[in-house]
């Protein structure tokens, strides 16, 4: 809040910003700002790499492009030690919708080695169907689906996230994503095409009854083309 020379807070008699009359201290808020070091985030993406024509996509179901979906083991979050070591911290994921999923950064010295989740998973918590990847080793709490997949990375990860976090409207406590829903989910994705521009068909039909395989090298190049993605 703003002050006089002497420290006492100056007092609008009109009350504007709040009921007991104080003013919030803007240049002092500016100044602030001004003094962080840090770095503008800059990037060379100019002008997007790929288009996207939508109408060539086809339907796949999610349960069939990945290899392992799982529920994690839940980790208590009063049995938890915060910390800010890097070298014996690991990130605690949850239901949360902010930072990741990650609710808190905490001490690994008590946690069973074995209850670690290994990088590169897509984390989906059932009752509120947040999705996020995970980049790096975690652990979570109660109600969190991981899934992987052998093409998975992040920014495959990031195209499929974008359309797989459509479907979140559809879950909530009173209907979860459980993993039999999450399995059937229906994703439109681009396809792989041969060299005269008919669609690949692989005759094992893996990923889709018609034989289509979803063209991984294209999510990826179009997210690494984003303004910023040469960044991520």
């Not at 799982?70 to 890097?86: Q, R």
């Not at 559809?170 to 396809?191: C, E, H, N, Q, V």
Request: net charge negative; glycine share 6%; proline share 3%.
């Amino acid at each position: 809040i703003q002050r006089d020379s002497s420290g006492t807070p100056l007092i609008d008699k009109t009350k504007k910003y709040s009921d007991d009359g104080y003013i919030p201290d803007w240049k002092w808020m500016e100044n602030y700002i001004k003094s962080l070091h840090c770095k503008p985030l800059t990037t060379e993406n100019i002008k997007h790499a790929n288009t996207i024509d939508v109408d060539t996509w086809k339907d796949f179901e999610f349960g069939r492009l990945i290899s392992d979906i799982y529920k994690a083991k839940a980790h208590n979050k009063d049995d938890l030690v915060e910390s800010n070591n890097s070298g014996t911290s690991i990130r605690y994921i949850t239901r949360t919708g902010e930072n990741n999923g990650c609710e808190l950064v905490v001490s690994t010295n008590d946690i069973d080695q074995n209850a670690i989740e290994n990088a590169n998973a897509i984390t989906i918590g059932d009752t509120t169907a947040t999705c996020f990847y995970q980049e790096e080793k975690f652990i979570t709490g109660d109600h969190m689906v991981v899934v992987r997949a052998e093409w998975l990375n992040k920014p495959r990860a990031l195209f499929i996230l974008s359309i797989l976090k459509k479907e979140q409207y559809k879950y909530s406590y009173g209907r979860a994503f459980l993993m039999d829903r999450i399995k059937s989910t229906t994703l439109k994705l681009p396809i792989l095409h041969n060299d005269d521009g008919t669609p690949y068909v692989d005759t094992t039909h893996q990923f889709s009854n018609d034989g289509y395989v979803p063209d991984w090298t294209f999510m990826e190049n179009y997210i690494k083309s984003l303004p910023y993605g040469d960044r991520i």
